[in-house]
């Protein structure tokens, strides 16, 4: 059990990488992340007090919409076995928690320093092995098949590595670290992914902010300064199809949004947002949260903030700590990289969980720092559990 637990935490996080396959992917998280924790809460069904919280009720109350709405989604809803997958994720991550202790952190902190030499990986293959010129955006490795949500991936990763770097071995603190998180850094500059890049900027220019008060301005200055450098030496990668029919895309989505605003057209229902300048239809808003809006409605949208709320509160209360800092600089740079794309927030396992859901598993994680199991029962410290 234990092995299985973080066999299957490493391949959560980066199986996508190393897979050739998404449904390899699905199938190993299944059946060694997945399964293991479900069958663990059956003989320890007192592990389940872990669901208890504002946290998971937050989420448990976003679920429930999100199912009802599919009574008026009518034929063009999906299955809602893809809530299911989250929920089992959400538990598997609860009993990993619980189970690690502190060295659950730890385990994600090498997960991250990995993901960094896997970003490099990709490079590595997608330039020189397959020979694409500079000057495509990348796609890899493994599994990741989106350029756009791929740099999601590596973004998230990257700030999870850039806050924990206290829970690696000292060896790995300096070299290796740097090496890591200039892997991450080398393939968002290499996707050209805009959103992603301003995601990374608003998170490190807060974290400096936060940290370091007035002598973040010269940080943030030199920040400033390499971004003027990487457009005036690359315009045509900076500047490259300018804001890609954002503006357009959002004011269409808009409209599609005030025709049903309270209760939305149900989860995973289709539209169409038209924009006169191209010849097809857009099948989706290019933004996470008026995607949502869309489909689930001011409510559902309201009960996704509640979900949120609840992360922050996690991440507040634990700021003073390495693991609370990470959780909300991966939030900040999820919150700001999901407004320029991202779809569904229920959906199979990819790129899209590590903005969409990871802020939440970690937040999980934090919640139940003071759980611990013994001789079969679960001990949760009381403001955790309460909210």
């Known amino acids: ?76 809803a999906g299955e809602a076995k893809d809530i299911i997958y989250v ?8 009993v990993f928690a ?19 030499f896997l970003a490099w990986y990709g490079i590595v293959d997608f330039y020189l092995v397959e020979e694409h010129a500079i000057n495509v955006r990348i796609l890899g490795p493994g599994a990741v ?44 500059l290499l996707s050209k992914s805009k959103g992603a890049l301003l995601a990374l900027m608003v998170c490190l220019a807060f974290t400096f902010v936060v940290l370091y008060g007035r002598r973040a301005l010269s940080l943030l200055l030199v920040m ?13 990668y900076a ?57 689930l409605g001011l409510v559902g949208a309201l009960l996704w903030a509640g979900v949120q709320l609840a992360v922050l509160k996690v991440a507040i209360r634990n700021w003073s700590s390495v693991e609370g800092k990470a959780l909300l600089g991966v939030m900040l740079f999820a919150f700001v990289a999901l407004m320029t794309d991202g779809k569904d927030a229920w959906v199979k396992p990819n790129e899209t969980w590590f903005t969409a859901w990871w802020p939440v598993f970690m937040a999980m994680m934090l919640s139940l720092r003071g759980a611990n199991i013994q001789s079969g029962s679960l001990s949760i410290k009381e403001e955790e559990r309460v909210g």
């Open 145 to 188: 098949d989106h350029t756009i949500l791929g740099s999601h991936l590596m973004g998230a990763l990257g700030v999870g590595l850039f806050y924990l770097r206290p829970r690696l071995p000292t060896g790995a603190r300096t070299w290796l670290w740097g090496l890591a998180l200039l892997g991450y850094v080398a393939y968002l």
């Open 239 to 295: 500047l490259r199809g300018g804001f890609s029919y954002r503006p357009e895309a959002w004011a269409a989505a808009g409209r599609i949004f005030l025709n049903n605003p309270i209760i939305g057209v149900g989860l995973n229902s289709e539209y169409a947002v038209k924009i006169e300048s191209l010849a097809k239809p857009l099948t989706h808003a290019h933004n996470f949260y008026l995607n949502m809006l869309i489909q």
């Open 87 to 94: 929920l089992l994720a959400v538990n598997a991550v609860l």
């Open 98 to 116: 619980v189970f690690y202790g502190e060295s659950a952190w730890t385990a994600l902190a090498h997960t991250t320093l990995w993901g960094g």
């Open 1 to 76: 059990m234990v092995v299985l637990l973080l066999m299957g935490f490493f391949i959560q996080l980066l199986g996508l990488q190393v897979l050739p396959s998404n449904k390899l992917y699905h199938q190993l998280v299944q059946l060694l992340f997945w399964l293991p924790a479900l069958l663990y809460c059956i003989f320890n069904p007192s592990i389940l007090r872990g669901w208890l919280g504002s946290l998971p009720g937050a989420l448990l109350a976003f679920t429930a919409w999100s199912l009802l709405s599919l009574l008026w989604a009518g034929e063009q």
């Open 224 to 236: 400033a300064g390499l971004v003027v450098v990487y457009v005036l030496v690359f315009p045509e």
